[in-house]
Nanobody
Framework: QVQLVESGGGLVQPGGSLRLSCAAS????????MTWYRQFPGKERELVAR????????NYADSVKGRFTISRDNARNTVYLQMNSLKPEDTAVYYC????????????WGQGIQVTVSL
């Protein structure tokens, strides 16, 4: 059974940091492109950061470049999103996604985790 379980979300003040984790099981993690998406209320999900199966290449949304870092540990079947210098506009539900080619229309999704940036 495929599972993607996000953790590490919560409430943080502006300028603070959080690290999201996504623990994967039920598929060969090391073959999959992993992506973090986020969704604002009433909006479609948007790509935040993506990492190739080996970790050799990453890409980011312009809005998070220089603040967020995606990484993965294939030995632990886990992908991370380190979020620094958080802003209120980063408040959203964050989702972990896995697909062999990074296609959001296919693959597997986590259940989502709330990140709230507020005083």
């Amino acid at each position: 059974q495929v599972q993607l379980v996000e953790s590490g979300g919560g409430l943080v003040q502006p300028g603070g940091s959080l690290r999201l984790s996504c623990a994967a099981s039920g598929f060969t993690f090391s073959l999959y492109v992993m992506t973090w998406y986020r969704q604002f209320p009433g909006k479609e999900r948007e790509l935040v950061a993506r990492i190739t199966n080996t970790g050799g290449s990453t890409n980011y949304a312009d809005s998070v470049k220089g603040r967020f870092t995606i990484s993965r540990d294939n030995a632990r079947n886990t992908v991370y999103l380190q979020m620094n210098s958080l802003k209120p506009e980063d408040t959203a539900v964050y989702y972990c996604h896995a697909d062999l080619l990074g296609n959001w229309r296919r693959g597997y999704w986590g259940q989502g985790i709330q990140v709230t940036v507020s005083l």
